[in-house]
């Protein structure tokens, strides 16, 4: 079978689908060689830094929708610093692995989440790192390939 059970899951099932209207943080990414399009909403208690509610929506494959889901997963409840640490290869490795030629998806999934966290910080003035911001940034870890 090309995808695992877990793939399959979030892709049957996604969690945390939809738009949040009073967002924090809003990020939307795409991939023009496929064809994906990734949007996330981040919903922010701004005493704590915790990200309350994610939600998202996909226009892609079953990966780019996989991958989008399990990323709500992984933030939710964290703090906004933890989000910014989301990596595609911690992704896939939170879906049990993706077939090679659909990795990109994992990372349009951590580029959504730093385009919304960024959107945060920008809409309240936050003092942020750009270099967490740069394309090719992928949370001090290589890309998976």
């Not at 208690?45 to 892609?60: L, N, P, Y």
């Not at 290869?89 to 939170?94: D, H, N, R, S, Y």
């Amino acid at each position: 079978m090309l995808y695992n059970e877990k793939v399959m899951d979030h892709f049957r099932n996604p969690r945390n689908v939809g738009e949040i209207e009073d967002a924090d943080g809003v990020g939307e990414v795409g991939n023009a060689k496929c064809g994906d399009i990734m949007k996330m909403w981040i919903k922010v208690d701004k005493e704590k830094m915790i990200i309350e509610d994610v939600k998202f929506m996909t226009f892609g494959c079953g990966s780019a929708i996989a991958t989008s889901s399990i990323a709500t997963e992984m933030i939710k409840g964290q703090p906004v610093e933890k989000a910014l640490e989301l990596s595609n290869k911690a992704v896939v490795e939170a879906l049990g692995g993706l077939p090679a030629y659909k990795l990109h998806c994992s990372v349009l999934a951590e580029e959504a989440v730093k385009a919304a966290v960024k959107d945060f910080y920008d809409k309240n003035g936050i003092e942020y790192d750009k270099e967490k911001f740069k394309p090719g940034f992928h949370g001090g870890e290589e890309e998976v390939s």
